[in-house]
């Protein structure tokens, strides 16, 4: 028994690893790339930067890619014993289905185990990382927040549109100050120059032969109180680069919240509690996906009973798409309240999970 379970395990394990290893890159390429394509042209970010940026997008790719790799290993071993007769074989041996199907469920049992770890603490640590070397991408090369002919956003108080970029020069700038939600100050330079304030974590805009106009701090948005013509040789715009992060990092994702995070904001009885309890939720019905899988794909990879490879990849494809379509569309429904989103983002569970044990009874009595 010892021997069957070995083999079995064993060729269940390689084929998860490679089904994990490929859907894990092709979903890393096909979503992120055009994030890192951006990176690349307009950011000069160097090679080693970027592959540090894959790793910590990975993790959170794994938590749909280990279910499904999981998924289409399933299909592909048992339908291959399925078709070469080896499951007849162990039936012959006076082997039940249940007993040789034990060591699959407690496999999936231990994955869905790895898929809980990731979902609740690894995956929300990379996320948080990730947001952490977006900026550090971006200080390291102060050039990298500006574009030609482009308005940066990306500080609160500051639009600044750049004309042009040549070398190290900024050329035609247009500089927008901001206080209270309110434009205050106009800077229109002909060209400016960037360096860091290591000591401060300012970034330092250094403009020359620059003119500006300013607005009334108690009516802004009166057009008669504008002063203008006011003119500068030369001046320097702080723009905090700590405040920037502090910004970046109070509108996180919820995929950013750990497990203690996502239960102390749930405590808070906060406006979005109910979008926590869903994600919460969300990650615990995705790591148990496994579990569901194994229970439909054994049963449909038997009565498939063949060995191609891919007629295994086309059911994995169906049901996979099948179960994260759902989820998708639960997720969707996460603040409407009256839409039951906690229950229905266990929905594809149970369907799943009543089906396979349907499957699997069906074909016990076989």
């Keep these: 028994m010892k021997i069957i379970d070995r083999y079995l395990l064993s060729a269940l394990g390689i084929a998860t690893l490679m089904g994990v290893s490929l859907l894990s890159l092709v979903l890393v390429l096909g979503n992120v790339f055009k994030q890192l394509l951006d990176l690349l042209i307009n950011h000069d970010v160097p090679l080693q930067t970027v592959f540090a940026f894959i790793a910590f997008v990975l993790p959170f ?37 249940t007993r040789i199907c034990f060591p699959v469920l407690i496999s999936s049992l231990f994955l869905t185990a790895i898929c809980l770890w990731i979902n609740l603490e690894v995956a929300p640590r990379a996320e948080q990382a990730m947001m952490e070397s977006l900026y550090k991408i971006a200080t390291s090369n102060p050039l990298s927040f500006f574009q030609s002919d482009e308005v940066s956003e990306d500080f609160p108080d500051r639009r600044v549109y750049v004309g042009a970029r040549e070398g190290e020069t900024l050329k035609n700038l247009l500089v927008f100050e901001l206080e209270g939600g309110h434009l205050s100050k106009v800077v229109f330079a002909k060209e400016g120059h960037l360096s860091i304030d290591q000591d401060h974590s300012h970034l330092l805009l250094k403009v020359e ?23 500068i040789q030369s001046g320097i715009f702080p723009m905090p680069l700590k405040r920037l992060f502090e910004t970046k990092m109070r509108w996180r994702h919820l995929n950013s919240y750990r497990l203690t995070e996502l239960i102390s904001e749930i405590g808070k009885k906060t406006p979005q509690q109910l979008q926590l309890l869903v994600e919460l939720n969300k990650r615990f019905s995705i790591s148990f996906a496994t579990l569901a899988f194994a229970l439909i794909a ?5 009565t498939a009973h063949r060995k191609e490879t891919s007629v295994g990849f086309a059911l994995s494809l169906v049901v996979a798409f099948g179960y994260f379509f759902f989820i998708i569309i639960a997720d969707t429904f996460r603040s409407n309240p009256h839409a039951f989103p906690v229950v229905l983002i266990w929905l594809p569970n149970i369907i799943f999970t009543t089906l396979g044990i349907i499957l699997f009874r069906r074909l016990l009595r076989q």
């Design 209 to 231: 032969d620059a003119h500006f106009e300013e607005r009334d701090p108690q009516e802004p948005n009166n057009f008669l109180k504008i002063r203008q013509g006011i003119s």
């Design 298 to 302: 054994i049963p449909l990879g038997i």
């Design 61 to 97: 790719s794994m938590t749909f890619t280990i279910p499904w790799g999981f998924l289409t290993a399933l299909l592909l071993v048992f339908g291959r014993l399925s078709a070469d007769n080896e499951l007849l074989a162990m039936r012959s041996m006076g082997m039940s289905f």
